[in-house]
């Protein structure tokens, strides 16, 4: 069978991998359901092409290989004669179609085309013959993608069938490597810079492979194979914008701005060395003043255990209430590194291989990164934004208002949160910053009380705080804002409520 021989014959590990893993996921389908009762969703787009020629695979070596021994080999066993259901609409590419009825005839595909929306036509496809299995092209990272498995029950609402998801952990240059291995034929429109196709009117070539030619006055693009970025693919759907970005946009909903014109985030830090008292947490206090410097307001530190749910249960209760969450200690190989998989549960997905992060991990870790996943290749699917700076071996990782710091110590952060600031997608807008103002006195917390408790309700936008390094040290009064004047008039009104020389202190920065 060519297709197993072609990927049996290639010198790529990894799609040998895959290849392996789908066909068993399509052998092990075609084990469980009878085969009338097995259908196969195809579309045109390569995603559901990798899938057609890996069912003729899986068919062929489920089926084909005991009959090839006894000379009962035939075309059909080659061609996979599956039910094949074709969703045609009216905004479809002219290409699509075409190439969807020709592959059809070409493969000897029993095509059943819908002219209906998806969850009508498999309600009336259902009704007319049962189906217990859908095969799908569906992989991580597709919009409806989240949540699911291999092998998933369709979900609450629609006619009860199984999903299965042969290619489900597929990365875009998996795909196009199965492709261009194969050598299969593919849709014309993905050697015209088309790299995801949906609709005519909400698809168009990826801008990143525009061909500058001053030569020619129509716009040359190079085919999808040659994207590098995987995570770009779905660059050509055109999108509606908003019309104005408001502080709901922004933060992903969660509206959490606070009473000084700051936005505001939480810490969470993982580490049972610091609830022990073996170690101590010195880096988020430096992230404190980071955050401040450019005008956050961080409302909450939290240490918690190496445990899945501690994580998540701070995560869940963190990301709602705060515009930025950010996540310390708890990443690597450890058994005890379980940041991602509490960050995954919070957000109700599940942890997924990430290719271009693992290929990150391989340059950093080389010959030690053995086997052909890496786990801490696994990062929350359908969430994981990854964003890359010159100056790191791995890019840091951000899941919707969630970052992930990897430091260990205080210059491995600073060096993280220059680098963040510079990537250019980096959510943390720059307000003005937090200044500061510190009084000294010798008087007693008794004498100083009363004044400082008026001067909290006349100043609710400075923040007064108190504390004292002994009982016999001086009593060191804090005051914190935005307004220097305000700052500079509170701790004078103080200053002038005792007698002359009751305090001393510095100037406001």
Known sequence: MEIDRAVGESSDRRLQTKYRNAVYVIQRAFALYEFEQVAFSFNGGKDSTVLLHLLRAGYYLHKGKSECFQGNLSDSMLNCPIRTIYFESPSAFPEINSFTYETATVYNLQLETIRLDFKSGLEALLREKPTKAIFLGTRIGDPNAVGQEQFSPSSIGWPPFMRVNPILDWSYRDVWAFILTCKVKYCSLYDQGYTSIGSIYDTVPNALLSIVDSSS????????????????????????????????????????????????ASIIVVGDEILFGTAEDKLSAVLCKKLNAIGWQVTRMTVVQNDIDCVAAQVEQQKSTNYMVFLLGGLGPMHSDVSLAGVAKAFGVRLAPDEEFEEYLRLLIGKHCTGDRNEMALLPEGITELMQHSKLPVPLIK???????????????????DCLLETPSHPLMRLPPFMSKHLGTMLSDVETAQTISKLCLEFPDIYIGCQRKSRVGPLVITFVGKDKTRIELAAEKLSNSFPAGAFSGGDCG
Do not use: H
Request: proline share 3%; hydrophobic share 35%.
């Open 217 to 264: 006055t129509t716009e040359i693009f190079k085919p999808a194979y040659m994207l590098s970025d995987g995570r770009s693919e779905r660059a050509g759907r055109m999108k509606k914008l908003p019309l104005k970005c408001d502080t709901a946009c922004l933060n992903n909903g969660v509206t959490n701005v606070s009473q000084s014109g700051s936005f505001i």
């Open 399 to 417: 899941c919707q208002n969630v970052i992930i710091l990897a430091a260990t110590n205080v210059s491995e952060l600073e060096t993280q949160w």
